[in-house]
């Protein structure tokens, strides 16, 4: 069994900072791909970025500049810094990571964060 428990949203005015964390527990023996999804209110689950394990990283054009993923290998845990937030980044947060359990691959979610930017 695996868990992926995020934390760090909340509520923060337009401009401002906050850093998501998800940390991974349970029968790992490698993580491949983590990514960080949002769902804003009555839209669909869009990716927001991706690091892959060897550190390689990708952002949608909404976030580029703004948003920095990054995860520690040793600790199995993805991070999401989030600058220069708007009231679009409103939205709830999860964490995804594909996970090798060396008798197959597993894709896993978080539970879910809510970020509120307010204007």
């Known amino acids: 069994q695996v868990q992926l428990v995020e934390s760090g949203g909340g509520l923060v005015q337009a401009g401002g900072s906050l850093r998501l964390s998800c940390a991974a527990s349970g029968s790992i023996f490698s993580i491949n791909a983590m990514r960080w999804y949002r769902q804003p209110p009555g839209r669909q689950r869009e990716l927001v970025a991706t690091?892959?394990?060897?550190?390689?990283?990708g952002y949608v054009d909404s976030v580029k500049g703004r948003f920095t993923i990054s995860r520690n290998n040793a600790k199995n845990t993805l991070f999401l810094q989030m600058n220069n937030l708007k009231p679009e980044d409103t939205a709830i947060y999860y964490c995804n990571a594909r996970i090798d359990h060396t008798t197959h691959v597993g894709n896993y979610w978080g539970q879910g964060t809510q970020v509120t930017v307010s204007s």
């Open positions: 690091i892959t394990s060897g550190g390689t990283t």
